[in-house]
C-alpha cells in the first residue's frame, strides 16, 4: 500500500517503509498528480504547468521524469499512462491533501446533524495533517494557486468547526484568546465573528459579545462597504435581548482548576508542531529535559505550551530564574513560584518529596552550576518530579535529554510575522505580493521568534519595505516601545547583551573572531584571527565549545567532511559592534586577510594537481569570506588584495565563477603601480574569464595590454601567448592560435613546466578542432592526456574527454561521442565544476540528437539549468543553440526561431564566440525555409567562413540547406 503527504513536506510511504523521491521537478511532478489521484492528467497539462514559458521541453522530458518517479514508488501499476496522460493510480484516501478535504465535508455534517464529539475530533484529525505552509513543493508555481486556496480554505473551515463543536460542547472562555487571535488574522470572515460573539455571551461577557458585534460590523462597512451578513445581524439581535438560545446546546461539567502556575498563552504556537511532539515525548519518557538555543528562539514558549499540557497530578510549577542573580536565590525563586516548598530557603529536594509534578525551571544559562546541583538533588530525592529546563546550555547532568531548538522554518516565520502584525495593525494582509518581502525580512532575521515579532511590532509605523531597508540598524528598529515585557524581551540588542554578558572575555573575543567570517569558520582560520586578538591557539578550541554549549555558535558539517562554525546573521551583526567599541574590529579584519592570503598561496601552489578538487571545493566553500578580505584590503592592503585575487584566480576558472573578473578587476585597479608580473598575471586572468563569458572584445583589450606590460620579460610574454592560445580560436581565428600554441608547448618543454606543456598542447587540440583538422586535434589531445595524467589535473583531463568528443562528433562517430561526453560530464559532476559539467552536457545532447536519442531534450535541460546557475552567458547561449537545433528537429519551429535570434543578438554584441557560427547558419536555414530575402546569401557566406576555418559540419549544414552536396 502506498500513501502521499503532499500538504507539507513531502513524503512516500510503501507498506510503511518511507520511498524516497527525487527532488525538484521529479517531486513537484508527484505533488501535482497527487492532487488528482486517481483521476488521468493530460500530458499536455502536466508540461504547460510544471514548465511554464520553457519552449525547449517537449513530451520526452516529461517522460522522463515519470520514469524516475515511477522507480521511486517502487510498483508500476501506481503510476499508469502515458503520453496522452498519467494517473497516480492510488486511492485518493491515501493522499493526505485529498484525505483533508473529505474530513473537512465529514466534520460540517457532523456538526449539522449535532453530534459535536465527533466534529471535533474528525475536525482535529484533519488540522493535524497540516504543518506550516501550504504545499511548499510546488513553491511559487502558478498551477498550485488554486489547489493552495482551496487547501487554505479548508483548513480555516476546519478550525471554524472545531471552535464550533467546542462550544456546542460547553467550552466558551477557553476558547475566546483562540477566537480573538483569529478573527485578527482574517478580519472579514463573518463566521469566525459569530463563533467569537458567541463565545463571549456564553462566558458572561455579554458587552463584550456586543462590543464584537459592532466591531464587526464597522470592519465591513470600512474594508468591503458592506453590511454584515444575516446571521450576524440575527446574533446581535440575540445578543441586544440575551436570548436563552445563545446558551451551548450541550453543556460539559466545567473542568477541574488544574494545578499550577503556567500560563496558558494568549497566543496560539505558530508553528513548532514537531518540536512541540517532540518536547512532549521526550518529557513523557525522562524526568530532565533541557531545551537549549539561542537567545530569542522561542524555548520559553515552547516549553510553557509543553508544560500546559502536562497531566501531573500536583501540576506544572514555572519558575523564572532571569531575575535570580546568585547561587542563593534559586531555591527562593522556587519558593516563591511553588506552594509546596514556601518559606524554604535551600532544600528544595526534601520539601518536594513524594509530589508528583513538573518543575519548569526557565532561563537557567546564567546559573547553570548552581542550577544543575539542584536538579540533581531534585533527581535523587524527589524521584517523582519531572524537569523541564530552558537555558541556553545544557546542564551537563546523567540522564540529562537535550532539546536543541533552533530558528523556525521560512513558512512558519512568515505566519508567525504576520499573526503578530495583524494584532498591531488590523488592516495589514499577507498578500501575495507582500510575501516575498516578509520572507525576506524573516530571513534577514535567521527567522528568530523575538527578532520576527519586534520587527511585526513596526508594522504599526512602517510597510514591510520600509522594515527591510532599516535592517542594516536593526538593533535600533528592533525594539518595541510600547511592549511591557521585561527589558531584554523588549529589544533584540538587550536579549543578546543577556548571553554576552555572561561569557568570559576569550570567548567574548571568539564572537568578535568569527564576526569577521560573514559565511562560517573552520577552526584554523579561526584560531588565526584568534590569536590576533591575544587568544592562544592551545585554548581556541575550549573557546569555540564553551560558545557552541551556550547556543551562540552553530558548528556545522562542511562538503569537506571537516567542521564550519557559524553565527546567526544578528549574532554577527552585535558581536561586529561589541568588537568595534572594544576598539579590537581592525585588528580581527586585518588577521581575516592575512590568512586569507596565506589560503589563496596554498591553492595557487596545490591547484594544477592531485589536491585540485579540495581545493576548488575550499575556494568555493570560503567564497564569502574571500570577498570580505578583498573588500578590507581595497582600504588597508590593496598589494595583498590583488595578490589574493591571482593566487585564486585559476580556481576561480575551474569553478567558472562569474564574479572573478569583476573581483580581479576591482583588486588591480585598487593597487597603486603594483609589480609588473602580479599585473600581468590580473591582466590575463581577467582577459580569460571574459572570453569565458564570451565578451571577446574585453578580453581582447586585456590580452593586449598584458602583452604590451609583459615587454621583454620572456617569461611574462610566454604567458601572454598562452592566453592568447584561449581567446584566438574564439575569435575566429584558430590558425594564429596554433602558432601561438606550438612555440608555447616548444618553451615550456624545454624548462620543464609540465603542466604547461599539457595545457599548451589541450589548447591545440581545440584549435585543431575549430579548423577542422581532428586528425591533428586527436594527436595534440592523447600527448597531452599522457602528459597531464601524472600530474593529477582532473578538470583537464575531463576536457581533454570532451575534445575527444567532439572529434569523435565531427567525424560521424556519434556513438563514441555520446560516450566521452557523457563521461566528461559526469566526472565535472563528481569534481564539483558545475560550468564544465553543463559544458559537456551541452555537447552530449547534440550527439544524443545526431544519433536519435531522444534523451537529448532532457540532457540539455540540465545545460540550461547548470549554465543559469553558474551565470555563464556564453554557456548558455551556447546550450540555446543547441536546444534550438533539437527542437527544429522536432518541429516545434516557433520556440527553436525564439532562441536562435536571441543567440544571434548576443553573439553579435559580444563579438562571435562558440557556436555563433552555427547558431548563424541555423537561423539563415530557417530563414531561408521561411523563404525570408536575404537567407540565401547569408548562407552562402557561412558556408564560406566554415570552409575558410576548416569547419566541416557548419560548412555542410549550410551547403545541404542551399540545396548543394552536403558532403
Not at 454 to 478: C, G, H, K
Not at 563 to 568: D, Q
Request: with cysteine; aromatic share 4%; glycine share 10%.
Amino acid at each position: 500500500m502506498i500513501t502521499v503527504a503532499v500538504l507539507g513536506r513531502v513524503e512516500v510511504r510503501r507498506d510503511g517503509a518511507p520511498a524516497p523521491v527525487p527532488s525538484g521537478l521529479t517531486t513537484e511532478l508527484l505533488v501535482r498528480l497527487a492532487l488528482d489521484a486517481g483521476r488521468p492528467v493530460r500530458a499536455e497539462r502536466l508540461v504547460e504547468e510544471l514548465w511554464p514559458g520553457t519552449p525547449g521541453t517537449r513530451l520526452n522530458t516529461l517522460q522522463t521524469k515519470v520514469s524516475q518517479l515511477r522507480r521511486a514508488l517502487g510498483a508500476p501499476s501506481a503510476l499508469t499512462g502515458g503520453p496522452e496522460g498519467y494517473t497516480l493510480a492510488i486511492d485518493p484516501g491515501r493522499v493526505d491533501a485529498l484525505h483533508v478535504l473529505r474530513l473537512a465535508d465529514e466534520g460540517g455534517a457532523l456538526l449539522a446533524a449535532g453530534k459535536a464529539d465527533a466534529a471535533e475530533a474528525t475536525c482535529r484529525e484533519g488540522l493535524a495533517l497540516f504543518d506550516g505552509e501550504v504545499l511548499p513543493a510546488a513553491g511559487a508555481a502558478e498551477w498550485v494557486l488554486p489547489h493552495r486556496v482551496r487547501l487554505e480554505e479548508t483548513r480555516v473551515r476546519l478550525i471554524e468547526d472545531e471552535l464550533a463543536a467546542r462550544l456546542a460542547l460547553g467550552a466558551t472562555g477557553e476558547v475566546v484568546g483562540e477566537l480573538e487571535s483569529l478573527v485578527a488574522a482574517h478580519p472579514l470572515r463573518e463566521r469566525l465573528w459569530a463563533l467569537l460573539i458567541t463565545a463571549l455571551y456564553g462566558a458572561g461577557r455579554q458587552s463584550d459579545a456586543l462590543a464584537a458585534s459592532r466591531r464587526v460590523s464597522r470592519i465591513l462597512s470600512d474594508e468591503l462597504g458592506v453590511d454584515p451578513g444575516a446571521e450576524l445581524a440575527a446574533l446581535e439581535r440575540q445578543v441586544l435581548r440575551h436570548d436563552p438560545g445563545l446558551a451551548p446546546a450541550v453543556r460539559s461539567p466545567p473542568p477541574a482548576r488544574r494545578l499550577g502556575n503556567v500560563p496558558m498563552p494568549a497566543t496560539p504556537l505558530v508553528g513548532r508542531v514537531d518540536d512541540l511532539a517532540g518536547l512532549l515525548q521526550a518529557l513523557g519518557g525522562n524526568r530532565l529535559v533541557t531545551v537549549v538555543g539561542p537567545a530569542g528562539v522561542g524555548k520559553t514558549r515552547l516549553a510553557v505550551e509543553a508544560a500546559g499540557r502536562n497531566t501531573a497530578p500536583d501540576g506544572a510549577w514555572l519558575v523564572r530564574l532571569e531575575g535570580a542573580r546568585t547561587a542563593d536565590e534559586v531555591p527562593v525563586a522556587i519558593a516563591d513560584a511553588v506552594p509546596a516548598v514556601d518559606g524554604v530557603r535551600r532544600d528544595v529536594a526534601t520539601y518536594l518529596r513524594g509530589s508528583d509534578m513538573l518543575l519548569l525551571l526557565d532561563n537557567c544559562e546564567h546559573l547553570a552550576e548552581p542550577v544543575a546541583a539542584l536538579v540533581a538533588a531534585v533527581l535523587t530525592g524527589a524521584p517523582r518530579v519531572r524537569l523541564l529546563v530552558t537555558s541556553q546550555r545544557s546542564l551537563g547532568l546523567d540522564g540529562e535529554l537535550v532539546v536543541s531548538l533552533g530558528p523556525l522554518p521560512e513558512a512558519d516565520a512568515v505566519s508567525l510575522f504576520a499573526q503578530r502584525a495583524t494584532e498591531r495593525r488590523p488592516s495589514f494582509t499577507l498578500t501575495a505580493d507582500a510575501t516575498p518581502s516578509v520572507a525576506q525580512l524573516c530571513h534577514a532575521l535567521d527567522c528568530l521568534p523575538l527578532a520576527i515579532e519586534l520587527a511585526a511590532a513596526r508594522t504599526r509605523i512602517m510597510s514591510v519595505p520600509e522594515i527591510v531597508r532599516r535592517l542594516d540598524d536593526r538593533f535600533t528598529l528592533l525594539a518595541d516601545p510600547t511592549s511591557t515585557r521585561p527589558e531584554r524581551r523588549r529589544t533584540l540588542a538587550a536579549a543578546l547583551s543577556w548571553s554576552y554578558d555572561l561569557l568570559f572575555p576569550d570567548d567574548q573575543r571568539g564572537l568578535w573572531a568569527l564576526a569577521q567570517y560573514p559565511g562560517g569558520a573552520t577552526m584554523p582560520a579561526l584560531e588565526h584571527v584568534l590569536a590576533a586578538l591575544g587568544v592562544p591557539r592551545a585554548a581556541a578550541l575550549d573557546v569555540v565549545d564553551r560558545l557552541v554549549d551556550r547556543s551562540l555558535v552553530t558548528a556545522d558539517a562542511d562538503a569537506a567532511g571537516g567542521t564550519r562554525y557559524r553565527l546567526l546573521d544578528s549574532i554577527r551583526a552585535f558581536a561586529a559592534d561589541r568588537a568595534t567599541e572594544a576598539g579590537a574590529a581592525g585588528a580581527a579584519a586585518d588577521a581575516l586577510v592575512s590568512w586569507t592570503a596565506q589560503l589563496a598561496a596554498d591553492v595557487a601552489a596545490t591547484v594544477r594537481g592531485p589536491a585540485q578538487a579540495a581545493q576548488v571545493a575550499v575556494t568555493a566553500a570560503e567564497r564569502a569570506t574571500i570577498d570580505a578580505a578583498l573588500a578590507r584590503a581595497q582600504g588597508t592592503n590593496p598589494l595583498t588584495g590583488l595578490r589574493i585575487a591571482v593566487d585564486l584566480g585559476w580556481a576561480w576558472v575551474l569553478l567558472d565563477d562569474g564574479a572573478a573578473a569583476g573581483r580581479l578587476r576591482a583588486a588591480r585597479l585598487a593597487a597603486d603601480h603594483p609589480p609588473r608580473d602580479l599585473e600581468v598575471r590580473a591582466l590575463l586572468l581577467e582577459s580569460w574569464f571574459e572570453a569565458m563569458s564570451g565578451d571577446l572584445k574585453p578580453a581582447r583589450s586585456l590580452l593586449d595590454r598584458a602583452t604590451a606590460l609583459a615587454g621583454n620579460d620572456a617569461s611574462l610574454a610566454l604567458q601572454a601567448r598562452w592566453y592568447n592560445g584561449f581567446v584566438l580560436p574564439q575569435e575566429g581565428r584558430a590558425a594564429e592560435a596554433l602558432t601561438d600554441l606550438a612555440h608555447c608547448r616548444d618553451a615550456y618543454a624545454a624548462t620543464g613546466a609540465t603542466w604547461e606543456e599539457g595545457g599548451s598542447l589541450l589548447l591545440t587540440a581545440f584549435a585543431a578542432l575549430a579548423l577542422g583538422d581532428t586528425t591533428g586535434g586527436r594527436a595534440a589531445c592523447e600527448q597531452a592526456i599522457r602528459i597531464l595524467r601524472p600530474i593529477g589535473d582532473n578538470w583537464a583531463l575531463l576536457h581533454a574527454e570532451g575534445a575527444l568528443g567532439r572529434i569523435a562528433h565531427a567525424e560521424g562517430r556519434f556513438s563514441d561521442a555520446v560516450a566521452h561526453h557523457g563521461d566528461a560530464a559526469e566526472s565535472a559532476d563528481r569534481l564539483g565544476f558545475g560550468g564544465a559539467a553543463s559544458l559537456h552536457r551541452v555537447h552530449l545532447g547534440r550527439a544524443q540528437h545526431q544519433s536519435g536519442d531522444p534523451a537529448a531534450a532532457d540532457t540539455l535541460h540540465r545545460a540550461v539549468a547548470g549554465a543559469q546557475l553558474a551565470g555563464d552567458r556564453r554557456l548558455l547561449t551556447l546550450a540555446h543553440v543547441a536546444q534550438a537545433e533539437v527542437l527544429r528537429g522536432a518541429g516545434d519551429r516557433p520556440a527553436a526561431r525564439t532562441l536562435l535570434d536571441a543567440a544571434h543578438r548576443w553573439y553579435d554584441e559580444s563579438g562571435a564566440g562558440e557556436g555563433a557560427l552555427l547558431a548563424a547558419c541555423l537561423r539563415a536555414t530557417m530563414r531561408a525555409e521561411d523563404g525570408e530575402p536575404g537567407a540565401e546569401e547569408d548562407l552562402r557566406a557561412i558556408g564560406a567562413d566554415a570552409e575558410r576555418i576548416g569547419d566541416r559540419e557548419v560548412h555542410a549544414l549550410a551547403t545541404a540547406a542551399r540545396g548543394g552536396p552536403s558532403g
